[in-house]
Nanobody
Framework: QAQLVESGGGLVQAGGSLRLSCAVS????????MGWYRQAPGKQRELVAR???????TYVDSVSGRFTISRDNAKNTVYLQMNSLKPEDTGVYYC?????????WGQGTQVTVSS
C-alpha cells in the first residue's frame, strides 16, 4: 500500500510563488504516472499537471507557462513549482499516483492566493 504526502501549500499574494512537494513511500517507479490535481470550493477536482514515467508532461491550459511539474527519482518526490499565482489558483491541491488498475491520492494541501 503506497502513501503519498503533500506539503508546501500556504497563503500567498497574487503574483507570488509556491512549490508543492509530494513524497511517495516506496519507489516512485511503481507508478506509471504522477499528477497534481486541484479542487476549488464548489468545483470539481481538475487535473493541473501530469508526468509519466518516460517523462511526458501535460498541463491544463490555465497553468501552462506558469507551473512546472518535475520529479526527483532519488528522493521519490514529485514537485509542482507554481509561479505568477492568481486568485483563481486557490484550492486544495492533491497528488495522485497512477498504476494500471489503481490510483493513490494524497490528503491534499491548501493553496490560497489573495488578490
Amino acid at each position: 500500500q503506497a502513501q503519498l504526502v503533500e506539503s508546501g501549500g500556504g497563503l500567498v499574494q497574487a503574483g507570488g510563488s509556491l512549490r508543492l512537494s509530494c513524497a511517495v513511500s516506496g519507489s516512485i517507479f511503481s507508478f506509471s504516472a504522477m499528477g497534481w490535481y486541484r479542487q476549488a470550493p464548489g468545483k470539481q477536482r481538475e487535473l493541473v499537471a501530469r508526468i509519466t514515467n518516460p517523462g511526458r508532461i501535460t498541463y491544463v491550459d490555465s497553468v501552462s507557462g506558469r507551473f512546472t511539474i518535475s520529479r526527483d527519482n532519488a528522493k521519490n518526490t514529485v514537485y509542482l513549482q507554481m509561479n505568477s499565482l492568481k486568485p483563481e489558483d486557490t484550492g486544495v491541491y492533491y497528488c495522485k499516483g497512477e498504476r494500471i488498475y489503481e490510483a493513490y491520492w494524497g490528503q491534499g494541501t491548501q493553496v490560497t492566493v489573495s488578490s
